[in-house]
């Protein structure tokens, strides 16, 4: 996908989902609210154009991705996100998709984020914690934490949504063993040419795969392979 426009930087949260809405990538009423209350101005270092349709670098060979790529992956992984469910996020970053999961699946589910570069866990928890999701990280539903996002966190295995932030040159066998029976994960999957892939894992836990559109992320790789590409 490509991104929508490039003006507005000092827009508002809300003109941004709803601009995001006019241009039909939001359909869901349930994820224009949720877009509505994680404000994305949080969830970016200072400095930044937080409403501008567009990755912004976060540090460490990073990014936040664009919003019409946070609609477009939590309208796909709506149906999947309902109250007490349970969803991991991958490469999770700023803490900004960790928190409109959380937001989804109520007090009653988990949201848990897992990312590798401790420095970025940390700016996650204190963006959280600035957020609407605040209770949710200090009740307990919602947790981020330091670890290689290619092995997933079985801990709190199986889950209902996988979302992995970063482009994998293939899916991570440990990602599908902890997707649960009718659950969903969306992944970009490629090196040179990648494809958002949606992933369904069936009752008898067969997977369905399917490409849902070109994108362009920053590849899911070691910790110390992330910090050399520089």
Not at 48 to 76: F, K, Q, R
Not at 149 to 155: F, I
Not at 185 to 195: K, L, N, S
Request: hydrophobic share 40%; net charge negative.
């Amino acid at each position: 996908m490509e991104r929508l426009w490039t003006s507005g930087s000092h827009g508002k949260n809300k003109e941004l989902v709803e601009r995001l809405q006019l241009y039909g990538i939001i359909k869901s009423k349930k994820v224009a609210e949720v877009m509505e209350a994680i404000d994305r101005g949080v969830f970016v270092p200072p400095g930044s154009a937080p409403y501008v349709d567009s990755p912004v670098p976060i540090g460490y060979n990073a990014t936040i991705s664009a919003p019409h790529m946070h609609a477009a992956c939590l309208e796909l992984l709506e149906e999947h996100l309902q109250p007490g469910m349970k969803a991991l996020d991958v490469g999770s970053g700023t803490g900004y998709l960790t928190a409109c999961f959380a937001m989804m699946v109520g007090p009653q589910g988990r949201a848990v984020g897992v990312e590798h570069i401790p420095e970025l866990v940390d700016f996650s928890i204190n963006n959280i914690k600035n957020s609407a999701a605040s209770t949710l990280l200090k009740e307990g539903s919602l947790s981020v934490h330091v670890t290689d996002g290619r092995l997933g966190w079985p801990d709190l295995a199986p889950y209902d949504v996988i979302h992995v932030g970063a482009a994998a040159p293939e899916i991570p066998q440990p990602l599908i063993d902890q997707l649960k029976p009718g659950g969903r994960m969306v992944i970009p999957v490629g090196t040179i040419f990648q494809d958002l892939q949606v992933v369904d894992k069936k009752m008898d836990g067969s997977v369905s795969i399917r490409s849902e559109t070109p994108v362009r992320y920053v590849p899911l790789t070691s910790k110390a392979a992330q910090l050399h590409n520089n």
